[in-house]
């Protein structure tokens, strides 16, 4: 029998990164020490950082990326930019 997964296949996002732009919203973690949370709207890539991998924790960095203009994700716009981190 075929194993029936709950989500999107990203097959053609992964063979085709600026097909990733067309994605309407994305969230993923990492498990850890520490919680790694992102999610993807649009052009934006919003990154939290959580002090642990418990909920309620404490976010202890806030990062906010253009993919479109910063796809190297090299500079953290969230300071300049609190309208869409609060989206």
Request: proline share 5%; hydrophobic share 40%.
């Amino acid at each position: 029998t075929q194993t029936v997964l709950d989500g999107k296949d990203i097959t053609e996002i992964l063979k085709n990164p600026m097909h990733a732009m067309e994605v309407r919203q994305v969230f993923f973690g990492i498990k850890g020490k520490a919680g790694i949370y992102s999610v993807r709207k649009g052009e934006w890539k919003l990154v939290l950082t959580k002090e642990n991998d418990w909920w309620p924790s404490t976010i202890v960095k806030t990062e906010l990326f253009n993919l479109k203009s910063d796809p190297g994700e090299i500079n953290n716009v969230a300071s300049t930019h609190k309208p869409i981190v609060a989206d």
